[in-house]
C-alpha cells in the first residue's frame, strides 16, 4: 500500500485532511507531521511514496524539507500546499508552472487526484521533490525568500544567493554572474541544499528579474540542444570530395528555398511547443491576423481564435502606445477552460511599422486552464526567435 506523508502546522487543518481523504484509503494510507523536522524522522523510519508540504512551518519549513528531499530521496514526488490570498500572487502561483502546487484551502477531492497522478510518477528520473531548479526558485521568489543555496551534482558545484525572492549572485566554479547561474540552470538532476548565510552580505552582481533570467536561461539550453542535434562528427558523417565546378556549386547554394520547406520548417520549430504539459495548440499570425503556420493537439479552430487574440493585441498595442508606456508585447487572456497567450515580435526600427527585411509575427499559443504556464511563455519566448528567420 502506498504511504503519503503530510506536513502542516496546523493540527485540525491535517485531522480534517485524514477525514477528507478516508474514502481513498485502498489506494493509499496516509501519515501526517506538524513540520519540517518531525516529517524527516518519519521519513528515516518508513518508506513515504508521496510527501505533500506546507511551505509555511516552524522549526523546519517547506522549503528545507524540499531541498532535504532533493538530496536524500530524490525521485520521491511531492506536492506543495500554501496559502495566498491576493489576485496578483495567485497570478504569480500559476506562472510557476508546477503542476504540483495546491493553494491552500485544499479541496479534498483536488487533493486526492494530485496524489493520484504523483503516484504514478514516483520513481521516474527527473522527478526530485517534483520541482526542476526553476520552479524551486520560482517557489522561493513567492515568498520573497533571503537565503543561499548549494546547487551541485556529479560534474558541478555552486551557488546561488536569492535576496528577498530575486536572484542576486550566483558562482559555478571560477565563472560568476547571470553565466554562472546560466550554467546551473542548465544542470540535471541537481541536489539543492541550503546553507547558512555568511555573517558578511554578498554583493548582488546580478540585477534582473527572475523571471528574466529563467526565460533567457530557458533560451540557452534549448539554442544548445539544436547545435548539439545539428551538429554531426566528421567521422559519421562523410562529406563529397571537392569539385573544380564553381557554377554548379553556386547555383545551388543560391536556390532559394521553396514554401513547401518554409512550412516544413516552421511547423518542425512549433512542434517544440508540444512538450508542454497543457499544450492544446500553437500558430504563427502575420499582423494582419492571416495564419501561416500551426500545431494543434485539439479540435479548436486555431485560425479563428488566433485572430480574435490577434485584434486583442493590436488593440493593446494601440492603448500601451497611448498611455506613452511603449507597446505592448504580449496579452496573456485567462479564460476558464484554456489560457490564450499572443505575442508580438517587430524587428523594425519603428515597432509601430512593419519594415522590408525584418520580421513582424504574431505567435498565439493556446493552454489548458492547469498547463504548465511558465514553461508556455520560456518557451512562447525561445521559438518566436527561430519562427522569426522564415519571416525575414
Known sequence: MNKVLIVDDEVRFLQSIEAGLASYRDRFNVITAING????EILKKEKIDLLVTDLRMPEMD?????????????????????????????????MTGTAKLLE???EFDRLAEAILEGLQQEGKEGAVAGFSLANFLQLLSLEEKTCLLNVKNDRIDGYIYLEQG????????????????????????????FKKLPQKKIARVINKPLMSLLMQGMSLIDEESHRLATTQPVANDPQPPPTDNTEDEEETTNQPI????????????????????????????????????????SNLKLAEIGSLANDVLLKAQK????????????????APKAHVIARCLNEADDFSQSQAGKAHIHLVLLLAKDANLAMGKIKLESIIHQVAESFR
Open 37 to 40: 523536522r518531525e516529517a524527516l
Open 62 to 94: 517547506g522549503f528545507s524539507l524540499l531541498a532535504h528531499a532533493s538530496v536524500t530521496y530524490p525521485f520521491m514526488p511531492a506536492i506543495v500546499m500554501t496559502a495566498f490570498a491576493t489576485p496578483e500572487i495567485e497570478e504569480k502561483i500559476n
Open 104 to 106: 491552500k484551502p485544499v
Open 166 to 193: 530575486e536572484i542576486a549572485a550566483a558562482v559555478a566554479g571560477t565563472i560568476k554572474g547571470e553565466e554562472a547561474f546560466y550554467l546551473l540552470l542548465a544542470c540535471e538532476n541537481v541536489r539543492i541544499i
Open 258 to 297: 521553396n514554401e513547401g520547406e518554409i512550412m516544413s520548417n516552421l511547423e518542425e520549430t512549433l512542434n517544440k511547443m508540444r512538450d508542454i504539459e497543457g499544450f492544446m495548440a500553437v500558430g504563427v499570425f502575420t499582423p494582419n491576423g492571416e495564419m501561416a503556420a500551426q500545431v494543434t493537439t
Open 319 to 334: 492603448a500601451t502606445d497611448v498611455m506613452n508606456v511603449g507597446r505592448g508585447q504580449v496579452v496573456h487572456i485567462e
